[in-house]
């Protein structure tokens, strides 16, 4: 059964790093052909894609983010990590991980989110 | 790249229809056959009920349904049930390995 699990701090500085990962469960990242991605939600506002990786290390970013995010993935601990630099409270969210069937695909599965607070 | 555009609520009585629109652009929601709905309770994670326009993924009721007429998607949802009451998201694929969502709609059953 496939199961995804954000974690990492809920609480980072303005202008730090933040730095998620997803672990996933039940599949293996590097037999699989999916797609792994992660999605952010503000408080109270809609949700928005950040991008994908696949196994190979092939990353796809939403255009808007792209100078300050960072995607890498880790088969031997099955799991797949989120870098963004600089952050501002506009970066305050629930971050998602999910899966998806091709780069931009549409995320299919998710994992229960974590909340990310950037604030000093 | 901008966010998709929804109307910010519906509302309609147990029993009724209501459909929820999605507006984009040609380079997304016209320009490919990708749109996508989501349904959101509070405090939990999207759910996938709408694919590829108008497919529905097993476990959805077939009382969610999907369409999509030029830059505009819309999901429709028969027989109201009170459970159906949450915040709905579309999302569309744009282009270039990218996907965006709309802003979101709540739901409300009177």
């Known amino acids: 059964q496939l199961q995804l699990q954000e974690s990492g701090p809920g609480l980072v500085k303005p202008s730090e790093t933040l730095s998620l990962t997803c672990t996933v469960s039940?599949?293996?990242?590097?037999?699989?052909?999916?797609?792994w991605g992660w999605i952010r939600q503000p408080p109270g506002k809609g949700l928005e894609w950040i991008g994908s990786?696949?196994?190979?290390?092939?990353?796809y970013y939403n255009p808007s983010l792209k100078t300050r995010v960072t995607m890498s993935v880790d088969s031997s601990k099955n799991h797949f990590s989120l870098k963004m630099t600089s952050v501002t409270a506009a970066d305050t969210a629930v971050y998602y991980c999910?899966?998806?069937?091709?780069?931009?695909?549409?995320?299919?599965?998710w994992g229960q989110g974590t909340l990310v607070t950037v604030s000093s | 790249q901008s966010a998709l555009t929804q109307p910010p609520s519906a509302s309609g009585s147990p029993g009724q229809s209501v459909a929820i629109s999605c507006t984009g652009t040609?380079?997304?929601?016209?320009?490919?056959?990708?749109v996508s709905w989501y349904q959101q309770h509070p405090g939990k994670a999207p759910k996938l009920m709408i694919y590829?326009?108008?497919k529905r993924p097993s476990g959805v009721p077939d009382r969610f349904s999907g369409s999509k007429s030029g830059n505009t998607a819309s999901l429709t949802v028969s027989g109201l049930q009170t459970e159906d009451e949450a915040d709905y998201y579309c999302?569309?694929?744009?282009?270039?390995?990218?996907?965006?969502f709309g802003g979101g709609t709540k739901l409300t059953v009177l």
């Open positions: 999910a899966r998806s069937w091709s780069p931009a695909g549409t995320p299919d599965f």
């Open positions: 039940g599949i293996s990242i590097s037999s699989s052909t999916f797609y």
């Open positions: 990786i696949y196994r190979s290390g092939d990353t």
């Open positions: 040609s380079s997304d929601v016209g320009g490919y056959n990708y």
């Open positions: 590829e326009v108008s």
């Open positions: 999302s569309s694929y744009a282009g270039s390995d990218t996907r965006v």
